[in-house]
């Protein structure tokens, strides 16, 4: 709201050609708050008007934060050289995430512009796979050497600090670019001047591959509560820095991730609002489609049992709120489970307990539910047969639900598969098949019509 | 796997009365790993034991990571000179959250042991919200004064690093301690040690309340990406700061909650296995019931429609499949929409133009699974006017699911709850209940039989 007003100030200042106030104005403001500013559907002149009048570190600052669609403008509307001195002076991981999403015609342009040394560089981060730890790192990192005392390593901090990610977590290499050890600023400011690095180091620190996901350097980062985590090639020779700052987005990302798979929905990549409709019609599209063909089995089993059904109609009205209740408890079940999971609660050795715990648990709820099924069948005078299977068929499919919601998310970590994907779509559908041959094999045994 | 086989030696020397082996052992290991070794349901007599192998400042980090039940073992357990030691010089933030979770009886003979002025900051942080800004701060921060030269500043860091959460941001104060900035470390070292701290800070920083709610306080570190977030009273004075490291605990709990709030559960406070059984049941009874309930009126549609099933009974076949696929659309929009909120992509000023995509997809999406619901009653044989009633109806109710989907959190938001609670479950008794309605209306029409 703030920001809003802000604004309107700055674009009356430009109106009145003010630049001065304006420029005074924006170098007040946080970078993600001009950016978001920035993202007002601006035309592209004025756009690149605002980066003119930013000093030069903000307007990096800015420009990446700045949404793809509004960096891509500004890369089209902007002077060569403002593109080259851009795209120079960013940081490498933010670079790499620009030009993933750019059209490869552009990016093939751009790394033209681009220095030699850094138009390497930015090749080789872009090799790395989608969404592993090289993606994310920036080779922008102090380095020290084990040997240097502490207050030469201060001196090379200060020395190369301008251009580098953080200089509070230094790297230690020896000759070979192998990683020894971490070093923490505080440690270096600390300690008597004259010990070496090597005693103030932490030696063995944790370290991920290139090639790890980026969700497994998120999981370290949490674990160990690090502020840097060091990203090693396959002969453990350095290769950049993931900051505490990139993993913020990463967990993010990841939650995002596991709610759309448990709701049955492929991952979407982009915001809500700025995925086509098509995409995400087509990611829905996929498990909606599952599922309605598996749940055309619910049409066989019915059938299967109609002579039951004509014989007593009342039997049909408790379908929906019977197989409705089992996948409610399913849902709820493999959602406890799932999470417990990917937050690395549950474990394999626990399987039993988990079983027993789930079992009690199913069989507490189903006959408390079942209760209420036998008043309701009651109410709606159906008799005592009806009501008794009812009552019996709550039960056993609260059961039958926990179980399924318990089971399948651990079978598919069994066979590898990202236990989310045993969404609550998937398990409400299995328990509507099992569930009516339940419901209608008691009906048969309280009515007898078998 | 690695940790496991490090505890078993070193089980193996502390039975061996090799103790000083066991030292070394344990001083090499991250506190975290020593932590979840711990929590292998040792006896008491050897927890304590493990605590008297460790170096006095590991021990604390140590304590600080274990579960609650472990530290109540170690508290009852080690001698009164060991617990007073440890809770003198556990973090403050870390100390609050075993005193928020141990008996008030047992806090109240804990506090005694503090020394005064430890007792009275602990009191304090007590004294706010649960999930509060403040519950979660530690008063141990660096505070430098505007008129400072750098020189002066980084002599005044060197002094007091050793008793404080982080030195690498700063606070600056007034002589009434009102904030008035925040320093990085990085600029007091790279500026000309004469610079006074006032042209060096960044001047009217990004601040929390106390009572602000933990969740706004992750929400700001992450969008500012922030090292630390200095938390103020309501007259600006400066009480605390939040590090990002503690934020990742908040958002993984946030998470964890909403997963939990849109599978119909209650927020469950344990780890999966650490809750009891009952707990956790009555978290998820109360939904369950809602839509027991709810689903109840379901069997009074059925009923009331009873005249067109026991002419046409294979209209019954179908049922499940709708309202089956109804909810997995719902779930599908729901969870896209909260997730949006959740994560700030959707405003208000979007209604219009996410009513209209969410109407466009649930039609596309509904005439899709229509065709395939139109071939299924082909199959089974029903003749042509149930065909056409099963059609019609699939791409009316998947198109409810998703409205329902939409604006169920839509509207939970306008009346100021969270929305999550608008969970799958809900929705699908929500969509189960109108979509019979809609099906046996759709019947009517074909069939003729009102």
Redesign the interface.
């Known amino acids: 709201m703030e920001c809003n007003k802000l604004f309107e100030q700055i674009e009356n200042c430009i109106d009145q050609k003010r630049f001065r106030e304006a420029k005074e104005l924006l170098s007040?403001m946080?970078p993600?708050d001009i950016a978001e500013g920035l993202e007002r559907d601006l035309s592209p002149a004025r756009l690149v008007f605002y980066f003119r009048l930013l000093p030069k570190d903000l307007a990096v600052e800015v420009f990446e934060l700045l949404d793809i669609e509004e960096q891509e403008r500004f890369l089209q509307h902007a002077t060569d050289d403002e593109v080259k001195e851009m795209i120079e002076e960013m940081s490498d991981d933010d670079r790499t995430e620009l030009f993933d999403e750019l059209p490869a015609t552009t990016v093939k342009r751009l790394l033209q512009k681009l220095s030699p040394e850094e138009r390497k560089l930015a090749n080789t981060l872009l090799g790395y796979p989608q969404d592993s730890a090289g993606r994310i790192m920036t080779p922008e990192y102090i380095d020290l050497k084990a040997h240097m005392t502490a207050e030469a390593a201060?001196v090379r901090?200060?020395q190369k600090?301008?251009s580098k990610e953080t200089?509070?977590t230094c790297c230690v290499t020896d000759e070979g670019r192998h990683l020894l050890g971490m070093v923490e600023?505080?440690d270096l400011?600390?300690a008597d001047p004259q010990t070496e690095v090597l005693d103030i180091m932490d030696g063995?620190p944790?370290s991920v591959p290139t090639t790890a996901d980026q969700e497994e350097a998120a999981q370290l980062?949490?674990?160990?509560?690090l502020?840097t985590l060091p990203v090693v090639d396959r002969e453990n020779r350095l290769v950049g820095i993931i900051t505490?700052?990139d993993?913020?987005?990463v967990?993010?990302e990841e939650?995002?991730e596991?709610?759309?798979r448990?709701?049955?929905?492929e991952p979407?990549e982009e915001?809500?609002?700025d995925a086509g409709?098509l995409t995400?019609?087509r990611k829905?599209?996929i498990?909606?489609?599952i599922?309605?063909?598996a749940?055309?089995l619910?049409?066989?089993v019915?059938?299967h049992y109609?002579p039951i059904?004509?014989r007593v109609?009342?039997l049909?009205?408790?379908?929906?709120?019977l197989?409705?209740?089992g996948?409610?408890?399913g849902?709820?079940a493999?959602?406890?489970?799932?999470?417990?999971m990917t937050?690395g609660?549950?474990q394999w050795r626990?399987l039993g307990?988990?079983i027993l715990?789930e079992t009690?648990?199913g069989l507490?709820?189903g006959s408390?539910?079942g209760l209420?099924?036998v008043a309701?069948a009651w109410m709606?005078g159906t008799g005592t047969a009806v009501a008794w299977t009812v009552a019996a068929a709550v039960t056993l499919i609260?059961l039958l639900g926990n179980l399924a919601g318990t089971l399948l998310p651990l079978l598919a970590r069994a066979v590898r598969l990202d236990p989310a994907i045993m969404s609550?779509?998937l398990i409400?559908?299995v328990v509507?098949v099992c569930g009516?041959i339940v419901y209608f094999e008691l009906a048969g045994v309280f009515i007898g019509l078998n």
Chains 1, 2 share one sequence.
């Open positions: 007040d946080e993600i201060l901090i200060r600090a301008r200089i509070y600023l505080e400011i600390l063995g944790v980062i949490s674990r160990y509560d502020h505490f700052d993993i913020l987005d967990v993010e939650a995002t596991d709610f759309e448990m709701a049955g929905i979407v915001d809500y609002l409709l995400v019609a829905r599209f498990w909606l489609i599922c309605i063909v749940e055309a619910t049409s066989t019915l059938k109609s059904v004509q109609v009342s049909t009205f408790f379908v929906p709120l197989i409705g209740t996948g409610n408890a849902t709820q493999a959602t406890l489970m799932i999470r417990g937050v609660e549950v626990d307990r988990i715990r009690t648990t507490l709820l408390a539910l209420l099924g309701r709606i609260v609550g779509p409400t559908t509507d009516l």
